[in-house]
């Protein structure tokens, strides 16, 4: 049906820049909402960026203004752009889709990759 895989994790020092990139593999040729979420120990879930298939993007207050969604034309890659990472960016990255529409940050989606680790030094 469809399967997410995330890269770009790993370790950075906080202040820098980095993308995440979730490669998706669709053989249903649906269009899909798209988010990326992030989970840290102790916490739950959070949804931090989402696109609509009309491409409409929506934000979590906390990553306003660092954090940017884009997709390739091709839609065979999500990506989460950051600046500034810092500390509190810690955490395992989710990419999730859903063909349902204007699913948001709405832990809903019924699609999830593995995801992936970023862990911000300070």
């Known amino acids: 049906e469809i399967e997410l895989v995330e890269t770009g994790g790993g370790s950075v020092e906080a202040g820098r820049s980095l993308r995440l990139s979730c490669e998706v593999s669709?053989?249903?040729?649906?269009?899909?909402?798209m988010g990326w979420f992030r989970q840290s120990p102790g916490k739950a879930r959070e949804g931090v960026a989402a696109?609509?298939?009309?491409?409409?993007?929506t934000y979590a207050d906390s990553v306003k203004g660092r954090f940017a969604i884009s997709q390739n034309s091709e839609k065979t890659f999500l990506y989460l752009s950051i600046s500034n990472v810092n500390p509190e960016d810690s955490g395992k990255y989710y990419c999730?889709?859903?063909?349902?529409?204007?699913?948001?940050?709405?832990?809903?989606?019924?699609?999830w990759g593995q995801g992936t680790q970023l862990t911000v030094s300070s």
């Open positions: 999730a889709a859903d063909r349902r529409p204007w699913l948001r940050l709405s832990p809903a989606y019924r699609h």
């Open positions: 669709d053989n249903t040729f649906s269009s899909y909402s």
């Open positions: 696109l609509d298939s009309d491409g409409s993007t």
